[in-house]
């Protein structure tokens, strides 16, 4: 008998671990349910046993080699230390050679073995052990693939949860609570006095009841480093309402600012992540740094590791035929996040990077990896000019070069990333093309990565910002996330303008972000922190890959330039009678011109003896003699065969262009107004003079 006789006089009253048991029963089912039979832990569990395999395969061998090798580069001019260094490399070549064969012969032995115990069972055996042997391989999975916990917390495989008298469950790292267990006249507490997961969802609960909002439980605590992380689930609605109350809820646990951030889940709409930072702590404290890279050791079409979530998940990106907005405040980090993405697209063997900035120092530090460096908007105009037209000419080239519907990136036919810091700053001409870019340059792997101050109108001149395929915002204001992420963005979680921008002595939140558009990577509001790059090794790693050579563009997309027409807007304008009315506001220039201009070329190289430098001779005498500063190829060609006729009495003008690409002058360029055309291409002396 239990309870009151009279209380339950003619009512049957079950034992209690009858009732406990029949709890327990439920609960295994709810999370069986709630987790889609661990069909996704069963997937994740094999990847997580191949990645094991793969890194006892490598053993950090790779890494222990490039180091080898990075020692040998620095002893450079230091005979024994180099000879030494040599010999480690070639050691531990041959160990990693010997470690390969070792494990690979041993995965063979317990592969052939495990397959013949597994062939045996199916043939010999009967639907049972099939069954049985599945079941068992889909258990070794769930096993493996199963979440997290924090350190220091035990908890069972699955989330059953005890139940005690008070209803509460066991301090374990699947805690889960109800607002009904919430014990009557709970009031909130700091959260600071939370000591064990149970505890931690009382009081989360009370402060969210305290506040009004619609919570239904608490689920799946975990204690961190630098905080707790739980699940919180609503009864109705959707978990805006937390959102709206983060800073409330920070007041009623005593938090710092920016103490709460939650994360709406978007496989469960009623769901959110709520992460709370203990008051002084930082949740990238421990976040791996930027790994080293060596030159030409990656393609444009690889991701790589610029950053960590808040959940301490990498963040990977890659900018092949990627176009990006990248927003935040003046203190935001906006330098250090390009450095950031420069560093990998300088590390790349079929990437050209280029840095435009018309008020600040771009990408600094990374200034001799750079190709192409622009500091005015006389030289912005012309590089993102020379770069539209590349794109148009390279739309019409892809055919003809076998890649399909996009430019396939290659040592021969490299991409080209472009980054424009302090987009506001520059001239209206060189937004315009910038614009056009965007636009037609995505296929032809010509990427533009946009910084700005601010994600609206009066920052970006166009509304474009929800146009571009990679958005990132960092500390903003909310007119900002609302312009890139769009009107909703707030209520859905997206919360950049609730971090701040760095001062003279505190770094506080820059390099932090929100992202849409990563690919690979689902849309979620997570915050995440760029690695800070240092400087000293930043000029050291643009110092070896300068060392390693520049890549630079292909001969097939510079001379498929020729024959595209330029922009109407960069076009001169001509009266009636065909006299100039405004001059081209920039000119298109060859490669070899747009290097000079932004300083990216030694010392000018003369043209070496032979036909080229012939020809390029005798072009500028023609030009003397006729007293003219420009010709069209046809005219050159027909007074070089009157002036040389031994040389040049039967060479074509395709021969010609030939001859004078050869020794660098490009090819032919608008030479405005002419020979009664408005604007035909042809050479200039001046230009030539130059190659002599």
């Known amino acids: 008998m239990q309870g009151t006789v009279i209380e339950h006089q003619g009512a049957a009253v079950r034992p209690a671990w009858i009732e406990s048991a029949a709890a327990r029963v439920t609960a295994v089912k709810d999370h069986a349910v709630g987790n889609k039979l661990y069909i996704g832990w069963s997937a994740r569990g094999y990847k997580n046993l191949a990645q094991r395999w793969l890194a006892a395969y490598r053993d950090d061998y790779p890494q222990m080699i490039a180091s080898a090798k990075a020692d040998r580069k620095a002893a450079k001019g230091n005979t024994s230390a180099e000879s030494d260094a040599h010999d480690l490399v070639k050691s531990r070549r041959k160990e990693y050679r010997q470690h390969k064969l070792m494990h690979l012969g041993k995965t063979a032995g317990w592969s052939v073995a495990g397959a013949a115990g597994a062939v045996t069972g199916a043939v010999a055996g009967g639907g049972l052990i099939d069954l049985a042997m599945a079941l068992g391989a889909y258990t070794v999975g769930v096993w493996h693939g199963r979440p997290e916990r924090a350190a220091g917390i035990a908890a069972p495989p699955l989330s059953v949860i005890e139940q005690a008298d008070g209803g509460f469950g066991l301090d374990t790292g699947q805690v889960f609570m109800t607002v009904d267990q919430l014990p009557e006249g709970a009031s909130p507490f700091p959260i600071a006095q939370a000591r064990t997961p149970m505890q931690l969802a009382e009081c989360v609960l009370a402060a969210c009841v305290a506040e009004g909002l619609p919570v239904a439980e608490v689920s799946d605590v975990v204690r961190l480093s630098w905080g707790w992380q739980c699940i919180v689930r609503v009864s109705e609605g959707t978990p805006e309402a937390i959102i709206k109350k983060a800073g409330d809820l920070e007041t009623r646990l005593d938090l710092a600012a920016n103490g709460v951030r939650p994360t709406p889940l978007r496989e469960r709409r009623a769901c959110t992540v709520m992460r709370f930072v203990d008051r002084g702590a930082d949740p990238f404290a421990s976040a791996p740094g930027m790994p080293y890279r060596a030159p030409k050791s990656m393609s444009i079409s690889d991701k790589f590791r610029i950053g960590t979530s808040v959940g301490g998940d990498p963040l990977e990106v890659c900018l092949a035929g990627v176009m990006g907005l990248w927003v935040a405040a003046s203190g935001g980090g906006k330098t250090s996040i390009l450095q950031a993405l420069a560093e990998g697209t300088t590390a790349c063997y079929d990437n050209i990077t280029i840095d435009l900035d018309p008020h600040g120092d771009g990408l600094e530090d990374l200034h001799d990896a750079v190709r192409i460096t622009a500091r005015d908007n006389r030289k912005i105009e012309a590089v993102l000019l020379f770069f539209l037209v590349m794109s148009k000419a390279r739309a019409r080239l892809r055919k003809k070069l076998g890649m ?15 980054f424009f810091d302090e987009f506001p700053k520059a001239s209206e001409l060189a937004k315009q093309i910038a614009f056009d870019l965007l636009l037609v340059g995505r296929k032809e792997l010509i990427e533009v990565e946009i910084a ?38 707030v209520a859905e979680g997206w919360l950049p303008h609730r971090l701040s921008p760095a001062t003279e002595i505190d770094p506080k939140d820059a390099g932090h972000l929100y992202l849409q558009g990563v690919p690979g990577m689902a849309d979620e509001p997570i915050e995440y922190a760029v690695h800070e790059p240092q400087p000293e090794r930043l000029k050291k790693l643009a110092a070896e890959r300068r060392e390693a050579g520049l890549v630079e563009p292909d001969r097939d997309s510079l001379e498929a330039m020729a024959g595209v027409d330029l922009p109407e807007y960069v076009e001169p304008t001509f009266d009636a009678e065909g006299n100039i009315k405004r001059e081209a506001p920039v000119q298109l220039l060859t490669w070899e011109q747009l290097l000079r201009l932004c300083d990216a070329e030694p010392a000018e190289q003369e043209v070496e003896e032979g036909p080229a430098r012939l020809a390029v ?47 660098g002058a490009g090819s032919p360029v608008p030479l405005g107004a002419l020979d009664g055309m408005a604007n035909p291409r042809g050479f200039k002396r001046e230009a030539l003079a130059r190659l002599l």
């Open 452 to 489: 700005s101050q601010g994600g609206t109108k009066l920052y970006l001149g166009e509304n474009f910002a929800q146009m571009v395929a990679l958005k990132a915002v960092g500390p903003c204001k909310v007119g900002d996330t609302r312009a890139v992420f769009g009107d909703g963005a």
């Open 617 to 663: 001779a005798a072009a500028v005498d023609v030009m003397d003699k006729a007293g003219v500063d420009r010709m069209r190829p046809e005219p050159l060609v027909a007074a070089l065969a009157d002036f040389m006729p031994d040389l040049y009495g039967l060479i074509t003008v395709e021969e010609l262009k030939s001859l004078l690409r050869e020794a």
């Open 404 to 418: 399909g519907r996009k430019w396939k990136a290659s040592p021969e036919h490299p991409a080209v990333t472009i």
